[in-house]
């Protein structure tokens, strides 16, 4: 049974697991990251061969200036970032109300548009619901008297953003994003894909793909555990690493569905937090067009009442001329509107056979402020268990933010963690 000691061991090799590694080697050059996939990124992830650059089928825009992401990308990389209102404009057919207007400028929407904004831009303000009373946003915009009109608007502009629907979207945990919220409003593009701030993170790291991982075993007398590593994790083939501390990044899903057992078992208060927390589901719909058949200042437009509520329209610099065409229209559908998309794209042969998700070690996009989800939930998801076990990833962020910037300052709080614990004197310096 091959096994290998490291003072530092990461579950999972997406953004959260390289930059947490990133920021570890110089004090532990020793760090492993044990990556279950074929490959790493997590959910950035590119198709070629569609159009003449890579098409993110993950992650694709930077959401506000303010961000450790955009800091490392300009600095440490040089990446040009154009930043783009959103949205800039709106598609009312039928089905969004008001006579069906067709395409409208967000300059020139109407004061439905502009109060649901105020609504949500200003939740923070409203009084958190008290334990066990949280409300859906759409009995939230209800008490308010919105119409169905602003409920249309709402779902497209923000439940889908958010990656859920109306009945799913709590108010605790939005009234919670508001307020730790500082990134800033515009939407940022990248003058290169994605894809190349994963390699500069995993530049000189210790990878191992295909590793997927079955078991973390952290207890036992303390003295005994030092001796032997302090961490024993197991992959599903029987190899063995063994290390003074783990930071574990795996989806949401992977925790909640128990397909990494711990022992001993996770605390009360983190397995409590994992029963209330919620990831949904993103769908793309990628149309790809040799020519431009939409205005050339169009970038993205949303569609209320519709069953894709948002498109955006894509030109990037092309890294590969001559491979597809050089227009494309991505549409995005998140939340049920997701499921019901992946249900009709797989349709099993028989009901006996389920579709199988396109990234089992991840199933699904991102979470979001989750209905029924208590204050505190997320810090207990983050808190380290018995000073070698640490958690990072984008469903620990405390604010609720799910973003890539907001897995990337879980990384940062997970090291911080792991040098104090492991080198305390050193880390008080």
Same mark, same amino acid.
């Given at each position: 049974m091959a096994e290998s000691f490291h003072s530092v061991a990461i579950v999972?090799?997406?953004?959260?697991?390289?930059?947490?590694?990133?920021?570890?080697?110089?004090?532990?050059?020793?760090?492993?990251?044990?990556?279950?996939?074929?490959?790493? *990124?997590?959910?950035?992830?590119?198709?070629? *061969?569609?159009?003449?650059?890579?098409?993110?089928?993950?992650?694709?825009?930077?959401? *506000?200036?303010?961000?450790?992401?955009?800091r490392l990308a300009e600095s440490a990389m040089g990446v040009q970032l154009r930043e783009k209102d959103w949205p800039d404009f709106w598609h009312f057919g039928a089905e969004g109300g008001a006579g069906g207007q067709g395409l409208v400028a967000d300059a020139n929407v109407d004061d439905e548009v502009a109060k649901v904004h105020d609504l949500f831009g200003?939740?923070?303000?409203?009084?958190? $619901? $008290?334990?066990?009373?949280?409300?859906?946003?759409?009995?939230?915009?209800?008490?308010?008297?919105?119409?169905?009109?602003?409920?249309?608007?709402?779902?497209?502009?923000?439940?889908n953003d958010f990656c859920c629907s109306l009945r799913h979207l709590g108010l605790r945990e939005m009234i919670l994003e508001n307020r730790g919220w500082d990134s800033g409003e515009t939407y940022l593009l990248m003058d290169r894909s994605l894809g190349e701030v994963i390699q500069h993170l995993a530049k000189g790291a210790d990878v191992r793909t295909n590793w997927a991982v079955q078991s973390i075993e952290y207890g036992g007398p303390a003295a005994a555990q030092q001796q032997q590593g302090g961490v024993t994790i197991r992959a599903v083939d029987?190899?063995?690493v063994r290390c003074r501390a783990v930071v574990v990044t795996v989806a949401l899903p992977i925790l909640q569905q128990n397909l990494i057992t711990f022992s001993p078992p996770l605390p009360p208060a983190k397995t409590a937090a994992l029963s209330r927390l919620r990831m949904g589901n993103v769908v793309k719909l990628l149309l790809s067009f040799s020519s431009r058949f939409w205005p050339e200042d169009m970038y993205d437009v949303l569609c209320p009442g519709a069953f894709v509520p948002e498109f955006w329209m894509l030109r990037y610099p092309e890294t590969n001329p001559g491979v597809g065409t050089p227009f494309c229209i991505v549409g995005f559908i998140a939340g049920e509107r997701a499921d019901e998309a992946s249900a009709i794209a797989s349709a099993p042969a028989s009901p006996a056979?389920? $579709?199988?998700?396109?990234? $089992?070690?991840?199933? *699904?996009?991102?979470?979001?402020?989750?209905?029924?989800?208590?204050v505190g939930d997320r810090g207990a998801l983050a808190a380290p268990v018995a000073g070698r076990v640490f958690f990072a990833g984008e469903a620990t962020q405390e604010a609720a933010n799910p973003c890539i910037q907001g897995a990337m300052e879980t990384a940062e709080r997970a090291a911080a963690q792991v040098g104090a614990a492991l080198e305390p004197a050193r880390s008080k310096m």
């Open positions: 999972g090799a997406g953004v959260s697991g390289l930059y947490a590694a990133h920021l570890l080697r110089a004090r532990f050059p020793d760090v492993v990251l044990l990556e279950a996939q074929n490959r790493i *990124g997590g959910r950035i992830k590119q198709v070629h *061969g569609f159009a003449p650059w890579p098409v993110e089928v993950g992650p694709e825009f930077v959401h *506000g200036r303010n961000s450790t992401f955009v200003n939740c923070d303000e409203e009084p958190l $619901p $008290p334990p066990g009373r949280d409300v859906s946003a759409v009995d939230w915009m209800r008490s308010k008297g919105c119409s169905q009109r602003q409920m249309a608007i709402a779902d497209a502009c923000y439940a029987g190899r063995v056979t389920a $579709p199988h998700p396109l990234e $089992p070690f991840v199933r *699904g996009a991102y979470t979001y402020p989750t209905l029924g989800a208590e």
